[in-house]
């Protein structure tokens, strides 16, 4: 079974940076994808950011310029590196993966991820 395990949350400064992690229990392979959702008490779950397989990248409008995700192959690990926090960045994250896509899939759509993890909240204080 695939296993996610985020890490790196906690309470930081508007205007900080910080660096999210989350490590996968296995090799998925080249037509995996991966990403990074976020949500706020009361609101959707919003993707944020997806990487594909082959390395190529969306973020949402609402991120773009701010937060850059990446992925380590040797290290089965999917980060999001969050620049100049804002208030409205407080929430909970999420990994996910998603399969059988092909290499290039990508996506920002919560239906289209197969595996969770269980989440790292991150605070703003302004």
């Known amino acids: 079974q695939v296993k996610l395990v985020e890490s790196g949350g906690g309470s930081v400064q508007a205007g900080d940076s910080l660096r999210l992690s989350c490590v996968v229990s296995?090799?998925?392979?080249?037509?995996?994808?991966m990403g990074w959702f976020r949500q706020a008490p009361g609101k959707a779950r919003e993707g944020v950011a997806s990487i594909s397989g082959v390395g190529s990248t969306i973020y949402a409008e609402s991120v773009k310029g701010r937060l850059t995700i990446s992925y380590e192959k040797d290290a089965n690990t999917l980060s999001l590196q969050i620049d100049t926090v804002k208030a409205d960045d407080t929430g909970n994250y999420y990994c996910?993966?998603?399969?059988?896509?092909?290499?290039?899939?990508?996506?920002?759509?919560?239906?289209?991820?197969?595996?969770w993890g269980q989440g790292t909240q991150v605070t703003v204080s302004s």
């Open positions: 996910a993966a998603g399969v059988g896509r092909g290499a290039f899939a990508r996506s920002l759509v919560v239906n289209d991820y197969a595996y």
């Open positions: 296995e090799d998925l392979g080249r037509e995996s994808f």
